[in-house]
């Protein structure tokens, strides 16, 4: 029998409340403020995933996916996202879900405030 520790979870998001780790993006920012937050619900060292939601305010900041995919599902706000390598540009907005693969590189830009549910998937 596994200790409560280790024993699988269901896991509703907000219940409990989790508190908001503010992620630093002075490396990458273009322009604006772009304060990121993150409520990590799970971390699953088993699989490397991990589960959560992030918010972001107005800004531009450039991200690589290095080592993991993400799936997304936006809740608030809306983004475009300009993928580096070609140039397209996507417009994603709430009730948009979409994956970003390992490798690839954005600029996202923020026009007001930005809120998702995520899935990351570590590649190793």
Do not use: N
Not at 26 to 44: F, H, I, M, N, Q
Not at 96 to 122: C, N
Request: glycine fraction near 8%; aromatic fraction near 10%; charged fraction near 25%.
């Amino acid at each position: 029998m596994k200790d409560q520790a280790t024993a699988p979870a269901f896991v509703l998001f907000g219940q409990p409340e989790v508190e908001k780790v503010t992620k630093p993006t002075t490396e990458r920012l273009v322009s604006g403020e772009a304060k990121e937050g993150v409520w990590l619900y799970c971390d699953d060292a088993q699989t490397g995933s991990k589960f959560g939601q992030w918010d972001c305010t107005e800004g531009r900041f450039r991200i690589t996916m290095e080592g993991y995919t993400e799936f997304c599902h936006i809740l608030e706000g809306e983004a475009e996202i300009t993928v580096l390598a070609s140039g397209e540009t996507r417009t994603v907005k709430a009730g948009d879900s979409f994956v970003m693969q390992a490798g690839l590189e954005m600029e996202w830009h923020v026009p007001r405030y930005i809120r998702k549910s995520f899935v990351v998937s570590s590649l190793v």
